[in-house]
């Protein structure tokens, strides 16, 4: 089951999200159409819309019955999937990725500086946009795109190093994904206008949701398979980014082995020997248990919101993200 089909309990959501990717698209139109092409290449590459959906999903949470969210949460939807789309094609430079959501990179196409601008010019629109919906708006998706690069700094100045701890990670998971979720839900609640209150509720959740996600998907990276990820699995292990089931791994019996393989630079018969040792060590069962502690905690923060069909999609959405794990479908 896709993440964002557990929302989908919201009988207006595919019709909402419908309407986004109609604005998606149109918002990356240029006078140029070749950067309109290459700004619209992951767009029509597909994806679940994760984000937006969390925004479309938060901005019902007071509304007794779901109905079509406005055009301002859409708006919202759609600056924070830009900034997402942005981000993705500068991380593919960093990590020289030859694929994502099973095409051809950005910059494999069209080579590094091309994508580099082209994710520049995504950012300039999702700030666009933003500012169109208020300074509050604009002002938190500004924050949460410096949150970004101080969450992807942080990763890099960890890279190779076997001495990575659990905080330093959560650090890094904070600031390059937990952020963007928790802004996405924040949106959706400024836009619908929801009291401050419950604002505040929806931002904790998503900051909580996005912690979970994370580590989760750092959890696929070394179990999933390359056509389940749609890009090359194992690759955080070849990049010398140690995540958290890479770091519990360490701890264990299996550690000062694993520390002869990694430190440096890797072959991907390496990367196979760690990725068995990974897993026989348990390190993966001890990160599924710290994501399920962040979903917990999401879930527990819904308690305090309205009992509405948004609130149970929600909750919904969080509990499928252990499931994910254990069954790696990849959204």
Not at 55 to 65: H, K, M, W
Not at 94 to 111: F, H, I, K, Y
């Amino acid at each position: 089951m896709a993440l964002v089909s557990s929302l989908s309990i919201l009988p207006t959501l595919q019709d909402d999200l419908s309407r986004l990717e109609q604005i998606l698209v149109d918002s990356v139109v240029a006078e140029d159409d070749y950067l309109t092409e290459i700004a619209s290449h992951l767009i029509a590459a597909g994806g679940k819309r994760v984000r937006p959906g969390f925004a479309i999903a938060s901005s019902g949470v007071e509304t007794s019955e779901a109905e079509n969210v406005s055009e301002d949460v859409l708006l919202g939807g759609v600056a924070v999937e830009l900034v997402h789309l942005g981000s993705l094609y500068h991380d593919d430079v960093m990590d020289e990725a030859e694929l994502r959501r099973t095409v051809p990179s950005v910059n494999a196409l069209w080579g590094n500086l091309t994508a580099i601008l082209a994710g520049d010019f995504l950012l300039a629109r999702a700030s666009e946009i933003a500012a169109s919906l208020g300074t509050e708006v604009a002002g938190l998706l500004a924050k949460t795109i410096g949150e970004l690069c101080e969450g992807q700094i942080l990763e890099l100045q960890s890279t190779f190093k076997i001495d990575r701890s659990l905080e330093a990670y959560e650090r890094s998971i904070s600031g390059k994904t937990a952020s963007l979720l928790s802004t996405a839900c924040k949106i959706g609640g400024l836009t619908a206008q929801l009291s401050r209150e419950n604002i505040d509720i929806v931002s904790s959740f998503g900051h909580s949701y996005g912690m979970a996600f994370q580590i989760i998907d750092d959890i696929l990276d070394l179990t999933a398979t390359d056509e389940e990820l749609g890009k090359p699995s194992g690759n955080d292990l070849m990049e010398g980014v140690y995540t958290l089931p890479v770091i519990s791994a360490f701890s264990s019996k299996f550690g000062e082995e694993l520390k002869d393989i990694l430190g440096s630079e890797i072959s991907r018969d390496d990367r196979d020997k760690a990725r068995a040792l990974i897993r026989e060590s348990g390190g993966v069962a001890d990160a599924l248990s710290r994501a399920q502690y962040w979903t917990d905690k999401a879930v527990v923060s819904l308690g305090d919101l309205p009992d509405s069909e948004a609130t149970i999609a929600l909750k919904s959405a969080t509990e499928h993200l252990i499931v994910r794990a254990s069954s790696p479908i990849i959204d």
